[in-house]
């Protein structure tokens, strides 16, 4: 090998002696960070090929630091972010479109456009996906980046390219946005003839008075028992949910308190006469009923003033105080954690999933008997037992119907192209809509229909996986069909026979008039008791 050569691999062996030669020589103490980040700073500003700029790197770091501590909900927000934040978290109304959308296999799809909006005016469908918002893809991004970027003061522009199944372009809208209403009670039922239903969908800036109206309005039709459905309510105003436990809860009867770090714990108490004495009450739950639901869930439970019926709640107890920070920018931070009446803490175990999502870190370890038993055990207000160890375990635990062999089948076989068969559902659904009525049933020849749709949109129909999976098919149609035709609440009583939990709750109704009747019947069947 030549002297020549030779120079230059020894050149390239020394590069890494060199560095290491310089952190050496360069150390910062660890007690010195401010010194430390300006030294990288310094030197990313210098030798960094593709650098950024200094506004974006102080960014990244700020959001570095935040993404460093061990707190699961601190966020930092930009001026954008923060009020879509304070708007899908507080407010019932907003500037947007008017459409509710979910992420399906990363995609950002359509799942309702609600009535009389932009969106229904536009021709926005269910089951399509948002391709761009303006020019920006929404390729990668979370679903609060998108609904951010959608929603704006009322009065102002915004376009949204789509993707329909069926269509081979791309579709390109321009709204004009305007006021949205969400409702935090969407509808109210009467089932069995005197047992009132409502659902309980957000714990928005008027949930409590929307609540109190529509248990008022239950009450007068005739309810003599209460279901209150908290099934994927993932919270939000704490003092909606101080307000809405209130209406159920004698004065004094304390609600929640929040412990903080070398503080006296903040205890919340009732501060009004119920409205429902003597109402029986259950409440349902579920793994996605979190933050607000689980204070109103665990205040009634520990108070003996419901029975509690679903599977493990989310177990998110965590106070989030909101600091703003100049220029419109504003940090989260977990300043203190929620606790029941009965002491238990409603802050449970989770890890973080890539995207960002949060997951129970025992998924449902909650719903077998010998983890319920190895939980802490605390006492309501009249002696009968209740579990601790983060979450609200229900009295009664009652999981949703596991998905049939044959479903699961079907499932496996349409893989990735389950959002086109979610779509094709929809655009069906609209097209029989007119035929039906009230009592209307899905037919074979319905379903033959949906099957020809299928196989346009070339979803794969492996050794009959359509016939596999009619059971599903034929739900989500019927559900389809009677939401467009006579809305939400003449769709979920449809669906009622088909619902564990709440067939569950009716059965315990039945046969228990008085809520120490319902408590008495839980302890009965195996639930927590004396």
Known sequence: MNRKRLLKILGLATVPLAIGAFVLQGQVSTTDGPKLFARVLQFVEQYSVDSLSNAEIYEKAARGLVKGLNDPYADLYSPDQLSSFQRNTLGNRYGGIGMQIESQDGLITVTKVFPGTPGERGGVQAGDRILLVDTVSTTGMRIDEVSGRLTGPAGTSVSATFGRAGVPDPIKMTFTRAVIEVPAVPFT?????????????????????????????????????????????PGGSLDQALEISNLFLQPGAEIASV?????????????RPSIVDSTSIIVLIDNYS????????GALQDHDRALVVGVGSFGKGLVQTLFPLEGGWAIKLTTGKWYTPSGRSIQG??????????????????????ARKARPIFHSSGGRLIYGGGGITPDVTVRQDSLPESVQEFLRAVGPKWPTVYATIYAYARELQS???????????????????????????????YEAGAQLLARQLEQRVATLRFGDSTAFRRQVPYDNQVQMALEYLRKGRTQRELLALAAQAGGPSN
């Open 435 to 465: 035929q039906a009525t009230l009592d209307f049933t899905v037919t074979s020849e319905w379903l033959e229909g949906l099957y020809r749709r299928l196989e346009d949109a070339e979803v794969p129909n492996i050794d009959g996986s």
């Open 259 to 271: 412990r903080h770090r070398g503080r006296e714990p903040e205890v919340y108490r009732a501060n």
């Open 290 to 297: 979190a933050s607000a639901s689980e204070i109103v869930a």
């Open 349 to 370: 175990e989770h890890t973080q999933l890539e995207d960002g999502r949060f997951v129970e870190y025992a998924p449902d370890s909650s719903e077998s008997d010998s």
């Open 189 to 233: 039922l009467m089932l069995d003839g005197d047992i009132g239903y409502l659902l309980l969908q957000r714990f928005n800036e008027s949930a409590g008075a929307q609540m109190e109206k529509a248990t008022r309005d239950l009450m007068a039709r005739g309810a003599r028992s209460m279901i209150i459905d908290l099934r994927g309510n």
